[in-house]
C-alpha cells in the first residue's frame, strides 16, 4: 500500500481572497425572503381590494351612491343594471377583483375621466408631501432618542423624550392649525394654504413630522439601549475604546434595524395619515383627493384612492424590510 502524506491537504485549498469574492455574489437578501415578503404584500393588497368591496357593499345598493338622493326608483333601477348590481355578490366580487387586477374602473363621476390616472396624477403631492414629513420625523425623533439613550445628563436624557411623548397625545388636526395660526396668522412667516411655492409644504410637512417623531425617539432610544447592554459592546468598553467611537462603531449600526421597520410602518401609514393634513392646508395630494371624492359621491374615484394608498403602504413597507434585513440580517426570519 502506498504512503499517504499526512503533511498534505486532502484537496485543493480556498484562499481567503478567493471565499471573500464568493461571499461578494451572495445577494444582501436572499431570494426566499424577498418571495416571502413579495407575497405577503400581494395578501395585503387583496385584503384591502376585499375590504373595500364588502364596504362599498354594507351600505346597500352602490347605485344609490350614484344618483342624487331624489331620483325616482326607475333611474336608480337603469344604473343598477347598466353597473351590474343586479347580479349575485360573488360573481360581483370576482369581477371587482377582476377591475383591481386591470385597473379597469369606471371613469369618475365628477371628472368624467380615468379615475387611475386622476389619482395618479395627486400622487406626486402626497409623495412630497410625505417625503418631507419623514425627514422631519426621522431627524427629530433620531436625535432625541439618540440623546435620551446616550447623554450622560439626566436632564437630556429625560427632558426631550418626555416632550416627545407629550406630543403623541396631540391630535394631527390640532396641531396643524395652532401651527397654522401661529406660524401663518400671527407671524406672517408662511403660507397657510395652497401650493404656492416650497415654503408652502412647509407647515404640512411639519404637522406629518411631528405625529412621526415619538414613534422614532422611543423605538431608537429603545433598541440604542439594548445594543449599549450587548456583551460585545461591554468588551470593547473593558479594552478602552473611545464613548465615541464605541457608539458609531458598534452601537448606532445594530440599532438600525428595528428602527428601520417602524420608519417603514410609519412611511406607509402618511399616504393615508395625509387625508387630514392635506384636507387643512388644502394640498393637491391624493388625501385631498379621497376627501372631495367622498363627498362628491364619487364611489369610483373613492375605490381608486383607498386602492393606490393600499399598494403605496405595501411598497414602501416591502423597501424597508428589504433594507432592514441588509442592515440587520437577524431580521432575515
Keep these: 500500500m502506498a504512503a499517504v502524506d499526512l503533511a498534505a491537504p486532502p484537496g485543493p485549498s480556498v484562499t481567503p481572497t478567493v471565499l471573500t469574492r464568493v461571499r461578494a455574489l451572495r445577494p444582501p437578501v436572499s431570494p426566499r425572503y424577498l418571495a416571502g415578503r413579495v407575497a405577503t404584500g400581494l395578501v395585503a393588497v387583496w385584503g384591502a381590494a376585499t375590504l373595500v368591496f364588502f364596504a362599498l357593499y354594507s351600505t346597500g345598493n352602490p347605485a344609490l351612491l350614484l344618483v342624487p338622493p331624489d331620483a ?13 348590481f343586479d347580479r349575485p355578490v360573488p360573481v360581483q366580487y370576482v369581477s371587482f377583483l377582476g377591475q383591481v387586477v386591470r385597473g379597469d374602473f369606471p371613469d369618475s363621476i365628477r371628472y368624467g375621466s380615468d379615475p387611475v390616472a386622476i389619482a395618479l396624477g395627486r400622487l406626486p403631492a402626497s409623495i ?39 406630543l403623541d397625545g396631540i391630535p394631527t388636526f390640532f396641531f396643524g392649525i395652532l401651527a397654522t395660526l401661529v406660524l401663518a396668522v400671527w407671524l406672517g412667516w408662511l403660507p397657510a394654504t395652497g401650493a404656492t411655492g416650497p415654503a408652502a409644504i412647509v407647515l404640512p410637512g411639519l404637522t406629518l413630522g411631528v405625529a412621526f417623531v415619538p414613534a422614532v425617539a422611543r423605538v431608537f432610544r429603545t433598541a440604542l439601549v439594548d445594543v449599549l447592554q ?66 362628491n359621491r364619487d364611489y369610483p374615484l373613492v375605490i381608486v384612492c383607498v386602492l393606490v394608498i393600499a399598494v403605496g403602504f405595501v411598497l414602501v413597507n416591502l423597501l424597508v424590510d428589504v ?3 441588509v442592515v440587520e440580517p437577524r431580521l432575515r426570519s
Design 128 to 166: 412630497e408631501l410625505g417625503l418631507v414629513g419623514l425627514t422631519i420625523g426621522v431627524v427629530v425623533g433620531g436625535v432625541i432618542g439618540f440623546v435620551s439613550a446616550t447623554s450622560r445628563s439626566a436632564w437630556l436624557r429625560r427632558v426631550p423624550l418626555s416632550v416627545a411623548v407629550a
Design 72 to 84: 325616482p326608483p326607475d333611474e336608480v333601477e337603469r344604473l343598477t343594471a347598466l353597473m351590474g
Design 323 to 325: 433594507l432592514a434585513a
Design 230 to 295: 450587548a456583551d460585545h459592546v461591554r468588551t470593547a468598553r473593558a479594552k478602552g475604546l473611545s464613548r465615541g467611537r464605541l457608539v458609531r462603531r458598534h452601537v448606532v449600526g445594530n440599532s438600525l434595524g428595528t428602527t428601520l421597520n417602524v420608519v417603514g410602518i410609519q412611511a406607509g401609514v402618511l399616504l393615508g395619515g395625509a387625508v387630514v393634513t392635506e384636507s387643512i392646508f388644502g394640498w393637491p395630494g391624493i388625501g385631498q383627493l379621497s376627501v372631495n371624492a367622498v363627498q
